[in-house]
């Protein structure tokens, strides 16, 4: 196989650096062995000190696989120090400054280096779109970005996937927005995330409903391993097709367990869970989104919290939701949340009569929409 052919090669030659390379990519990219995949390159390394590839490969590997991002800055810069004409670890330096060490403006130099070095390399092109668009609110400049990967590469999908999302979520050209999701698509069927942005765009934007969740059961057929298809098809089920709610609790239950890390998968399995009568199965998943800090995510989604205190408040669980508020460190930041909760728990607005006006009229708003929302509320 190809290990043994590397090795063979190694055992006849070691004094050569390229099959140590090589075997280095294998390792890492295509059998995930990373402690071994590291001393591949650095044995490389050892022959051939003035060989930037090694250097370029161990800093994909410490960047992407082994979350050393020192280690792995350093090791871009050794290529670029050796080989300064090789556009490649400029672009992973990019990603690394932009993905890992959100130094932004770091990283557009770094893209635009290896877009000097090499015009006609199209993924520092879509990197730099990536970054203009979703760090730098630069949109017009990253659908120029976009499209000029697409120049240089027709056939290269992801650049198609990222113009559809800034058409949809940031320019709101919608009909645009469509057509490059599909061409994506067309490019690489197997490519998931396109037929997700697809379903989003087709649910919150055009309200072609039937179309989103062929398109959200589409991503989740092609890439079952991923959370973020399980998430959005259950969030969709739950908004949209209350009879399968059963199996809008499964998909999230999957989405929850495959994104450990990610607020709104487990905000999308408790607020499913708490529809479905099972509060205290519910308590999990809320604590996990509640204790996260990341303001963004509050920030972003909070007619959504809101709705799963709506709708632990319909089930019953008005109290019981303020007193999870206090537990989560969330009872002096939410205080209006929280009282809000409490006068739903009593019946009454007596208690947020005696608030002071500041906090006085945010909490009846949010008692009013906890109510006016839950007709099962005495």
Same mark, same amino acid.
């Given at each position: 196989d190809a290990e043994q052919a590397y090795r063979k090669a190694i055992e006849i030659d070691p004094k050569d650096a390229y099959p140590w390379y090589g075997l280095g990519i294998l390792l890492s990219d295509k059998l995930s062995r990373y402690a071994d995949a590291e001393q591949a390159y650095r044995k490389a390394i050892e022959i051939d000190p003035k060989l930037a590839a090694p250097w370029n490969g161990l800093g994909n590997l410490l960047s992407e696989k082994l979350a050393r991002y020192a280690d792995a800055e350093q090791a871009y810069r050794k290529a670029i120090e050796i080989d300064p004409k090789d556009a490649s670890p400029w672009? $992973?330096? $990019? #990603?690394?400054? *932009? #993905? *890992?060490? !959100?130094?932004?403006a770091d990283a557009e130099q770094a893209y635009r280096k290896a877009i000097e070095i090499d015009p006609q390399y199209a993924y520092p092109w879509y990197g730099l779109g990536l970054l203009l668009c979703d760090k730098l609110s630069r949109y017009? =400049? %990253? +659908?120029? %970005?976009?499209? *000029? @990967?697409? +120049?240089? =590469?027709?056939?290269? @999908?992801?650049?198609w996937h990222g113009l559809g999302n800034?058409? !949809? =979520? *940031?320019? @709101?050209?919608? %009909?645009? @927005? +469509?057509? %490059?999701?599909r061409k994506a698509i067309e490019i690489d069927p197997k490519f998931a995330y396109p037929w997700h942005g697809l379903g989003n765009l087709l649910c919150d934007k055009l309200a072609r409903y039937e179309d989103a969740e062929q398109a959200y059961r589409k991503a989740v057929e092609i890439d079952p391993e991923s959370g973020d298809g399980p998430n959005s098809l259950a969030w969709f089920l739950y908004q949209h097709k209350p009879e399968c709610l059963e199996e809008a609790e499964r998909l999230g239950k999957r989405a929850f367990e495959l994104l450990p890390q990610s607020p709104q998968a487990a905000h999308t399995y408790a607020t499913i869970l708490v529809r479905n009568g099972r509060w205290f199965a519910a308590m999990e998943p809320a604590r996990r989104f509640l204790e996260i800090d990341d303001a963004a995510f509050f920030e972003q989604c909070w007619p959504d919290i809101v709705n799963f205190f709506r709708e632990a408040a319909r089930t019953g669980h008005a109290e019981e939701s303020a007193k999870l508020l206090h537990e989560c460190g969330k009872s002096e930041q939410w205080r209006p949340l929280v009282e809000a909760l409490m006068a739903v728990a009593e019946g009454s607005t007596d208690r947020l009569l005696r608030l002071a006006p500041e906090m006085r009229r945010p909490a009846s708003e949010l008692y009013n929409e906890i109510r006016a929302a839950s007709p099962t509320i005495a």
């Open positions: 672009y $992973g330096l $990019g #990603n690394l400054l *932009k #993905n *890992k060490l !959100s130094r932004y017009a =400049d %990253a +659908e120029q %970005a976009y499209r *000029k @990967a697409i +120049e240089i =590469d027709p056939e290269y @999908a992801s650049p800034l058409l !949809s =979520d *940031k320019l @709101a050209r919608y %009909a645009d @927005a +469509e057509q %490059a999701y």
